[in-house]
């Protein structure tokens, strides 16, 4: 009997695991992405066009992913579910974005492609910036599972060697973006982009 029970409570907990899977999953691909245009792939990468894009952004100390993560998520879920002069409460989007260095990491959420600085309503929390990128060519590389700082270096270490094996030039840091809500399991998607010096006529 309680071999039995067992059996049943084990089949509901995966079964209830299996459902939030699912639901995370189609979830994901009702999400709005921010748009870019794919210019050329490589067996390692692919070279990306951005145009630009509405961010709201918080800075921070920490050096690692793990410092940066939770902390920069609350601000700017806080902004979005809420958190603003409007009290409007404003669609997730994905890619998260995280630099993160030794001298000022960030975090930033991408804003709905409907939102601009003008129209955006203003954070409450003065920590929270809203800016607007400049176009850029990027390259990318893209690795599943959940990242840490050691997944974190070693495709940006990977990026970097195919880079220059390519004779492609790049500046700045490199860059984490992250997909995925800390809750799905399967199907992850992070890309480690850097930007490049990418002239159209390659």
Do not use: C
């Amino acid at each position: 009997m309680k071999k039995r029970i067992f059996l049943i409570v084990t089949f509901l907990l995966v079964s209830i695991v299996i459902f939030i899977q699912i639901s995370s999953i189609m979830a994901s691909n009702k999400t709005e992405t921010q748009k870019y245009r794919v210019i050329k792939t490589e067996k390692e990468f692919e070279i990306r066009f951005y145009p630009p894009a509405t961010l709201a952004t918080v800075t921070s100390s920490a050096k690692s992913y793990k410092e940066l993560a939770s902390p920069g998520f609350r601000k700017l879920a806080g902004f979005i579910f809420g958190g603003n002069q409007s009290k409007k409460s404003i669609s997730m989007t994905s890619p998260v974005h995280m630099d993160i260095n030794d001298t000022a990491s960030s975090m930033s959420f991408v804003m709905p492609s409907a939102y601009t600085k003008v129209n955006l309503p203003k954070p409450n929390d003065p920590n929270v910036i809203i800016s607007t990128t400049s176009e850029e060519y990027v390259a990318a590389i893209r690795f599943s599972g959940y990242a840490s700082d050691s997944e974190l270096k070693k495709y940006s270490d990977k990026l970097r060697s195919a880079l220059d094996s390519h004779g492609i030039r790049y500046y700045g840091n490199f860059r984490f973006l992250g997909y995925n809500a800390p809750f799905q399991f399967w199907g992850r998607r992070n890309e480690i982009i850097v930007s490049i010096v990418w002239n159209t006529s390659n």
